[in-house]
């Protein structure tokens, strides 16, 4: 290819390379001409040249040693060579280049040009990668064009001003005047920029702000112009008057009548007016819709307002175009908290939203839908929900059970119903649930006595049926375990009753245990049921005792254990058995080391360093840099701090209660408190921290003299779950502190459920206690940290 063909042709050559080797060939033998072009003196193609080598950066090669072309073309007066210039600069240079240092003077000549295309390429290169020095050199003369009489320049110098503010805030007190003067344009192009412009210094700027809230009315007049004028040609897209100027007018109104009384009453009208008069049928009538809807929903708008921006929304829901479906969920979403009435006019649409192909569509939908339950239509949207489990999509089965979960815990009608829910969702999808659901839905059945007969003949039939969920399975075999007597009894008025067998329950458990399908937790439970069945059942004894002598040799540690201590059971502590084995109490819920349910197993978690032994020094296994972060949570202090070592010895603690339970358990004997082990002094509760909707409270206990328990409880009231919750603790270096397994790190929105973590502090020395507590979470996506300090600790027991 000779040296000297034309763009199009060198084009028409690169696209009829047949490999990658031969387009590079023909790339870099055109990019060898083109040097040796530029290096001689006097050249007339030098923007043809140019031109080549744009599209060879298009195509991803290196054209970087056209850099110093760009700037040579730039100050040549003819404008052809100026407009090629300044697109290579727009595309090979960027404010990191020193070459562009050598364009500002003459950018700031060109501005003063007496044509005004050569104005608008000056223009539109500075506002596409003028740097911050660039900007603060340039400023003047933006302000100066803006004030200019041509529109056409007007408009370009409104957007450049546009990227000047946004390079430096600080000049954004230079083209304030300029910009409102704007707003009395007439040509549409101009009114975009100013608006675009004004809505750039209000956001950045509150006194900004303050002061274009005078505008409202001169934008409102903007705006009711646009709607009701007549059919334009010039300014018509699908029926709609200019909707890219009114979408931007309606995104600036949101902003001045944010928190204002006086704004938002003064644009009531008018949004009212835009929501009834404006097309939904095509695009461009849905963007202005929608924008209307953010305003209202932003700004302090009537209630009737609201209503109808909701009832927009419930309209795009029936819309054949997905992504404006998927934008009206999404605004319905955050609209559901205060308007939770209005959208429930919309449920049979949302649920109906369900059944859509579209995965992010049914997302959104499942959001809402469990959103929109509440103790009104618990049953009908329960219902709707638990098919959408049934059908839906391997990655939502876990979202929809977890919300099916906590929508039936909130709202249950009744204790039969909210087993009956879970029951089903753990048969649909058990190996999709959360870890605490096992344990929580034990906690439940245990408070329901009455319908202990029928739960646990409904849980043998799912056993007996299908031990591939594990959830199920472990849920099940505890129950058969607690109340095999009342399914052995058969008789069982809220469900027909089953004759089962000793030999029937037996063999079911022997399933589980022998399942390849069994996870070492499921077999745990199985043969704890079996064990526990050994004082239910009178005749199979001696099956049982073999069943649980065959795991004593298991190569699982965990089932191996157990099964050595029931076989010790058996032998030498048969008398004993029977109270061992007896039913379980009811799980308290509200007791302090009971994991909620609706957490998600969710709490405080922390880096815990090696034990140490009494008096040795304490080691960093951490890295250095979260050593000394974590040492400098308590920097103000007077002692070097000392992050979290684990007690040598351990505290005394709720054991003694713990130990009059399990004697109560044997015979009912009392536990007298003898005069060397002091009571536990309870303390008020302390809020430490209130803040993005997250609560920390503190309560503690003195153990002794030098020994304190502190528990730390977490809620969160705000609307959207927090993930990835951990603390981190440090306290003075005489103290030596100790912070127990904590219950999860998962916390739910609403307040639903608390987090708690229990904290040994041992103060041998009786200094002045002192903590800070770092505390890091994850919502919507986004990470959170903060830090407190606790400097006096509640109660004169607890100093």
Request: aromatic letters at 4%; hydrophobic letters at 40%; proline letters at 5%.
């Given at each position: 290819?000779?040296?000297?063909?034309?763009?199009?042709?060198?084009i028409?050559?690169?696209?009829s390379?047949?490999?990658?080797?031969?387009?590079?060939?023909?790339?870099q033998?055109?990019?060898a001409a083109?040097?040796?072009?530029?290096?001689?003196a006097?050249?007339g193609g030098?923007?043809?040249?140019?031109?080549k080598?744009?599209?060879v950066h298009?195509?991803?090669?290196?054209?970087?040693f056209?850099?110093?072309?760009?700037?040579?073309?730039?100050?040549?007066?003819r404008y052809s060579?100026?407009r090629?210039?300044?697109?290579g600069?727009?595309?090979l240079?960027?404010?990191?280049?020193?070459a562009?240092?050598?364009i500002?003077?003459s950018?700031?000549?060109?501005l003063s040009h007496s044509?005004?295309?050569?104005?608008?390429?000056?223009?539109?290169?500075?506002?596409?990668?003028g740097?911050?020095?660039?900007?603060?050199?340039?400023?003047?003369?933006?302000?100066?064009l803006?004030?200019?009489?041509?529109?056409?320049?007007?408009k370009?110098?409104?957007?450049?001003?546009?990227?000047?503010?946004?390079?430096?805030?600080?000049?954004?007190?230079?083209?304030?005047?300029?910009?409102?003067s704007?707003?009395?344009?007439?040509?549409?192009?101009?009114?975009?920029?100013?608006v675009?412009?004004?809505?750039?210094?209000c956001?950045?700027?509150?006194?900004?702000?303050?002061?274009?809230r005078?505008?409202?009315?001169?934008?409102?007049?903007?705006?009711?112009?646009?709607?009701?004028t007549g059919?334009?040609?010039e300014?018509?897209?699908?029926?709609?008057s200019?909707?890219?100027?009114?979408v931007r007018?309606?995104?600036?109104?949101?902003?001045?009548?944010?928190n204002?009384d006086?704004a938002?009453?003064?644009?009531?009208?008018?949004?009212?007016?835009?929501?009834?008069?404006t097309?939904?049928?095509?695009?461009?009538?849905?963007?202005?819709l929608?924008?209307t809807v953010l305003?209202?929903m932003d700004?302090?708008?009537?209630s009737?307002l609201r209503?109808?921006a909701v009832?927009?929304?419930?309209?795009?829901l029936l819309n054949?175009?997905?992504n404006?479906?998927?934008?009206?969920?999404?605004?319905l979403?955050?609209?559901?908290?205060?308007?939770h009435?209005?959208v429930?006019r919309h449920r049979?649409?949302i649920v109906?939203?369900?059944?859509?192909p579209?995965?992010?569509?049914?997302?959104?939908?499942?959001?809402?839908s469990l959103?929109?339950v509440s103790?009104?239509?618990?049953?009908?949207?329960?219902?709707?929900?638990l098919l959408f489990?049934?059908?839906?999509?391997?990655?939502?089965?876990?979202?929809?059970?977890?919300?099916?979960?906590n929508a039936?815990?909130r709202?249950?009608?009744?204790?039969?119903w909210?087993?009956?829910?879970?029951l089903h969702?753990?048969?649909?999808?058990?190996g999709?649930?959360?870890d605490?659901t096992?344990?929580?839905?034990?906690q439940?059945?245990t408070?329901?006595s009455?319908?202990h007969?029928?739960?646990v003949h409904?849980?043998y039939?799912a056993?007996?049926t299908?031990?591939?969920?594990?959830?199920?399975?472990q849920?099940?075999?505890?129950c058969?375990?607690?109340y095999?007597?009342?399914?052995?009894?058969?008789?069982?008025d809220?469900?027909?009753p089953?004759?089962?067998?000793?030999d029937?329950?037996l063999?079911?458990?022997?399933t589980?245990?022998?399942?390849?399908?069994?996870?070492?937790?499921?077999?745990?439970f199985?043969?704890t049921?079996?064990?526990?069945?050994?004082?239910?059942?009178?005749?199979?004894?001696?099956?049982?005792?073999?069943i649980?002598?065959?795991?004593?040799?298991c190569?699982?540690?965990?089932?191996?254990?157990?099964a050595?201590?029931y076989?010790?059971?058996?032998?030498?502590y048969?008398?004993?058995?029977?109270?061992v084995?007896?039913?379980?109490p009811?799980?308290?819920k509200?007791?302090p080391d009971?994991?909620?349910?609706?957490?998600?197993?969710?709490?405080?978690k922390?880096?815990?360093?090696?034990?140490l032994?009494?008096?040795?020094?304490?080691?960093?296994?951490?890295?250095?840099?979260?050593?000394?972060?974590?040492?400098?949570?308590?920097g103000?202090?007077?002692e070097?701090?000392?992050?979290?070592?684990i007690?040598?010895?351990t505290?005394?603690g709720?054991?003694?209660?713990?130990g009059?339970?399990?004697?109560?358990l044997l015979?009912?004997?009392?536990?007298?408190?003898?005069?060397?082990?002091?009571?536990?002094?309870?303390?008020?509760?302390l809020t430490?921290?209130?803040?993005n909707?997250?609560?920390?409270?503190?309560?503690?206990?003195?153990?002794s003299?030098?020994?304190?328990?502190?528990?730390l409880?977490?809620?969160n009231?705000?609307?959207?779950?927090?993930?990835?919750?951990?603390l981190?603790?440090?306290?003075?270096?005489?103290?030596q502190?100790?912070?127990?397994?904590p219950?999860?790190?998962?916390?739910?929105?609403?307040?639903t459920?608390t987090?708690?973590?229990t904290?040994l502090?041992?103060?041998?020395?009786?200094?002045?206690?002192?903590?800070r507590?770092?505390?890091?979470?994850?919502?919507?996506g986004?990470?959170?940290?903060?830090?407190m300090q606790?400097?006096?600790?509640?109660?004169?027991?607890?100093h």
């Amino acid at each position: 290819m000779s040296p000297s063909v034309r763009l199009q042709e060198m084009i028409r050559v690169i696209r009829s390379a047949r490999t990658q080797g031969e387009e590079r060939g023909v790339i870099q033998r055109e990019c060898a001409a083109i040097r040796a072009q530029f290096r001689q003196a006097d050249n007339g193609g030098r923007s043809h040249n140019l031109a080549k080598l744009l599209y060879v950066h298009m195509l991803g090669y290196p054209a970087h040693f056209g850099q110093m072309e760009c700037v040579r073309l730039i100050a040549s007066p003819r404008y052809s060579e100026k407009r090629v210039g300044y697109l290579g600069a727009m595309m090979l240079l960027d404010e990191k280049q020193d070459a562009s240092l050598l364009i500002t003077n003459s950018i700031k000549n060109d501005l003063s040009h007496s044509s005004q295309y050569v104005q608008s390429l000056a223009l539109c290169t500075l506002a596409c990668m003028g740097s911050a020095e660039m900007c603060r050199d340039l400023a003047p003369e933006i302000d100066r064009l803006l004030r200019a009489s041509n529109s056409y320049i007007k408009k370009k110098a409104a957007l450049c001003a546009v990227h000047i503010v946004r390079k430096v805030p600080e000049l954004g007190e230079l083209f304030t005047p300029a910009a409102r003067s704007l707003l009395s344009e007439k040509n549409h192009g101009v009114l975009h920029g100013a608006v675009v412009l004004i809505t750039e210094l209000c956001e950045r700027n509150p006194e900004t702000l303050e002061q274009f809230r005078k505008t409202v009315p001169d934008l409102v007049q903007i705006m009711k112009g646009l709607v009701t004028t007549g059919y334009s040609p010039e300014h018509n897209v699908a029926g709609i008057s200019d909707p890219f100027l009114q979408v931007r007018i309606l995104r600036l109104l949101r902003i001045l009548g944010r928190n204002n009384d006086a704004a938002s009453d003064a644009m009531n009208d008018l949004l009212a007016q835009v929501a009834t008069n404006t097309d939904s049928s095509k695009t461009a009538g849905s963007a202005v819709l929608y924008e209307t809807v953010l305003t209202v929903m932003d700004i302090k708008s009537e209630s009737g307002l609201r209503v109808l921006a909701v009832n927009i929304l419930g309209r795009f829901l029936l819309n054949n175009d997905r992504n404006i479906r998927y934008i009206s969920m999404t605004s319905l979403q955050k609209i559901v908290v205060t308007d939770h009435n209005a959208v429930q006019r919309h449920r049979g649409t949302i649920v109906d939203c369900l059944k859509d192909p579209d995965a992010s569509v049914k997302r959104r939908a499942l959001e809402l839908s469990l959103a929109l339950v509440s103790a009104v239509n618990i049953r009908s949207m329960m219902k709707e929900l638990l098919l959408f489990l049934s059908s839906c999509p391997p990655e939502l089965k876990a979202q929809a059970a977890c919300g099916i979960f906590n929508a039936a815990e909130r709202y249950a009608p009744s204790q039969r119903w909210h087993i009956d829910t879970i029951l089903h969702v753990l048969t649909t999808a058990g190996g999709d649930v959360r870890d605490e659901t096992v344990p929580n839905l034990i906690q439940l059945i245990t408070t329901a006595s009455d319908l202990h007969c029928y739960t646990v003949h409904k849980l043998y039939r799912a056993l007996i049926t299908d031990i591939s969920q594990q959830s199920l399975v472990q849920v099940a075999c505890w129950c058969i375990g607690e109340y095999g007597d009342l399914l052995l009894r058969g008789e069982c008025d809220e469900i027909e009753p089953v004759q089962v067998s000793e030999d029937d329950v037996l063999d079911a458990l022997e399933t589980v245990l022998q399942s390849h399908m069994s996870s070492p937790a499921t077999r745990g439970f199985a043969l704890t049921a079996t064990m526990k069945l050994s004082t239910r059942i009178t005749d199979n004894v001696d099956r049982i005792r073999s069943i649980v002598s065959i795991y004593g040799s298991c190569i699982d540690v965990e089932l191996q254990q157990r099964a050595v201590e029931y076989n010790a059971l058996f032998k030498k502590y048969d008398h004993m058995r029977a109270a061992v084995l007896e039913r379980m109490p009811v799980i308290d819920k509200s007791s302090p080391d009971h994991s909620n349910g609706e957490s998600g197993g969710g709490a405080l978690k922390e880096v815990e360093p090696p034990k140490l032994k009494q008096g040795e020094a304490v080691t960093a296994q951490e890295p250095a840099n979260q050593v000394c972060d974590l040492l400098d949570l308590l920097g103000g202090s007077e002692e070097p701090p000392q992050p979290g070592p684990i007690l040598g010895s351990t505290a005394p603690g709720p054991a003694s209660t713990a130990g009059g339970d399990l004697l109560d358990l044997l015979g009912g004997l009392e536990t007298p408190e003898t005069p060397e082990t002091p009571a536990l002094t309870p303390a008020p509760t302390l809020t430490v921290y209130e803040k993005n909707g997250v609560t920390l409270k503190l309560h503690c206990h003195k153990q002794s003299e030098t020994g304190l328990t502190v528990t730390l409880t977490a809620s969160n009231s705000s609307d959207w779950d927090m993930s990835s919750f951990t603390l981190q603790a440090a306290v003075p270096k005489s103290v030596q502190l100790h912070m127990k397994a904590p219950s999860g790190d998962f916390l739910p929105a609403r307040g639903t459920a608390t987090l708690t973590q229990t904290v040994l502090l041992n103060n041998p020395n009786k200094v002045m206690l002192k903590m800070r507590i770092r505390m890091s979470y994850t919502s919507q996506g986004s990470a959170f940290q903060d830090t407190m300090q606790i400097d006096s600790f509640p109660g004169p027991a607890c100093h």
